[in-house]
């Protein structure tokens, strides 16, 4: 599929990287409500899963899973979102998503309308994204850590 305009995820425009190997890369997603969003694209640019072969596929996935794995255990959400969409933006990639109870959107995926008004958190929530910010610096070590390798 082709798009009238230039790809941002080729353009490397999407974020801060966190690590990347000759595969893939795995940046920040900078979104205040969710401490922890990550994406891990493709470097080649396809828009589907079967335009990988089979090993690709493999080392996508192990990272999207090893993405997860260090969500969980640094970050302590209640949930973990993975999607990949590309119906706005055709090149592979996969979002990786920490999700709270209390948090703005739950349970209703992130890109739907929030059910709580920015500014109308509850303490808890406000307390629980607080304490995933201060530990984004472990999140991203770690997750370098457990990436290498791939």
């Known amino acids: 599929m082709s798009s009238p305009t230039p790809c941002?995820?080729?353009?490397?425009?999407?974020?801060?990287?966190?690590w990347r190997n000759?595969?893939?890369?795995?940046?920040?997603?900078d979104d205040p409500d969710y401490p922890g969003f990550t994406r891990v694209v493709w470097?080649?640019?396809?828009?589907?899963?079967?335009?990988?072969?089979?090993?690709?596929?493999?080392?996508?996935?192990r990272a999207v899973f090893a993405v997860e794995a260090v969500q969980r255990a640094?970050?302590?959400?209640?949930?973990?979102?993975?999607?990949?969409?590309?119906?706005?933006v055709p090149h592979l990639h996969w979002h990786v998503i920490p999700r709270w109870r209390d948090d703005r959107h739950?349970?209703?995926?992130?890109?739907?309308?929030?059910?709580v008004a920015a500014g109308a958190e509850t303490a808890a929530w406000l307390e629980r994204r607080a304490r995933?910010?201060?530990l984004l610096p472990v999140y991203y070590?770690?997750?370098?850590?457990?990436l290498t390798g791939l």
């Open 22 to 29: 000759e595969a893939l890369r795995v940046i920040a997603v």
């Open 43 to 61: 470097r080649r640019h396809v828009a589907e899963m079967t335009e990988l072969a089979e090993a690709e596929r493999d080392i996508l996935m």
């Open 74 to 88: 640094v970050l302590g959400p209640d949930k973990v979102n993975l999607a990949s969409f590309g119906n706005v």
């Open 132 to 134: 995933a910010l201060r």
């Open 106 to 115: 739950f349970p209703d995926p992130v890109w739907a309308p929030p059910r």
């Open 8 to 18: 941002p995820l080729c353009a490397q425009a999407s974020g801060a990287a966190l």
């Open 141 to 146: 070590d770690r997750l370098g850590e457990a």
